[in-house]
């Protein structure tokens, strides 16, 4: 074998791993700081950041509902990094195959499910605010009519799809070639953007009160903080596809807090200060009004470049997340993608509206669900298993895994994840936002993660090890 | 099950894990200046922010 085709060899065995399941190796895993950074950058930086901060704005002055916000957010990456990052460096694995010790070697159906879910809602969330906004600006150059938007905003939508899946052919390669170039882009107009807005409309801003204020500050606070924390949260499903290019966890730690934790309260200033000042949180709206359409067309570009960036790093987690399926291991690469991107296309087309008014209840999903994944994983992989897990265990699908537990499911976190899910509802409904104290003290999501983490650890104490079952006796 | 062969497993897949079991192979953990910045970032800047946004 020459040297040409040892090369080959290695990168065709590298490209199967990127586009699969299967752990990275040490030699594989090269991202440095910076690029990681980079990408998890071009990741969280998206215009949901917009959407994130006008529903704070509701509720929320600027000083109050940027302190809310970026605390919330911290508060939200801190948990998603010690749940994801440690054994996702460690192995070369991405947040799917992370849950596995915890869930159980059938449990990719739980956790697959919420990350599909997941990402399939953030990016059509996305899609259809590139749509929006490409109408918005036709609208303004004047090249559509009113009414044309109901053929433009699914025309745009199919657009970014087939961008995204055509960027993605070249598996993770695609997404750091591209995230080094859309950084530029998003940062620069990001920063613009904010100075802009801030220069032309500081004093209505500062002036400005919310437009749904309950009177009680303490519980706009909360809410403002409380969205912020889930807002964050749903970058589980993102993160590990990321990081396990990382070779350890210390690269991993300030490029997960800085890059993919900061930049979200950061960029919904726009939304916050946007909402407070001209009651619209859609840059290519409010822009045209501060500076005509030239502005607009800038504030597209923005839109076109961060929403690209993000869509293109959720269909590639998704569909990395997918192959850990048995039904799915063996599907090729372009078909798995379409998985991740056919459901977006159907709800960007069909049900934009629906979805895009519907976007606090989404929220709250993400909120009931992974605060409690996140406390399990901590929970089990700090305290339980002293962060060492079997990786042969998590590949193996056999009844002979150490992940095996009863069926495949390990009963301890479907019950974390139930008195979770039950804690939240308790404190905060999804669907009307009435809440029960004491929300206002501890918001929802937080009083979940710790119940979720609880009962997973005394049903493991009191169960699965007694059982000799998980693999903590090894 | 550590360091067995699992019946079934692709070689490829196969190859990987058993260099991955390997301790030597695998990433480190946090180190204790991850720590520092992640309470100061996770959890002291955080609480820090609400003192300062809350109207005194």
Known sequence: MNQETKTSGASGAHRTADESSWPLLKSERAWGQWELGIVLLVAAAATWCYVIGEYVGYYLDMRMGFAAMTAGSMIGMFLVTLAVVPSATRYGIDSIAASIPQFGSNGWVITVFLQYVSIIGWNSLLLIFFGKSVSQLFLTLGWAGEGAEGLIIPAATAVACIAVYLVLLGGATGIERISKILFVFIVGLGIWMIYELLSQKADVIAAAKPSYASGSLLWDYTTGLEIGIVSLLSWWPYIGAMVRVAPNAHTATLPSMLGMGLPVPILSVIGLAAILALQISDPAAWLVELGGTTYGVIALLFVIAANLGTAVIGVYASAVGLKQAPIFERLSWRASLLLGLVPVAVVGILLPDLFFNNFGTFLAFIGVFFAPLCAIQIVDYFILRRQKISIRSVYDRSSDSDYAYWGGFNPAAIAGMVAGFFTYLYLLNPLTYESRSPYEYVTASLPTAVIGGLVYLVVTKLLVQPAKLGGYDK | ?56
Not at chain 2, 17 to 27: K, M
Not at chain 2, 31 to 40: G, K, P, S, V, Y
């Open chain 2, 1 to 56: 099950m550590n360091g067995a062969r699992t019946g079934g497993l692709p070689p490829e897949l196969e190859r990987r894990i058993a260099e991955l079991e390997n301790p030597a192979n695998q990433g480190q953990g946090f180190q204790t200046i991850d720590w520092i910045w992640l309470l100061l970032l996770g959890v002291i800047g955080p609480v820090l922010l609400l003192i300062w946004g809350w109207p005194s």
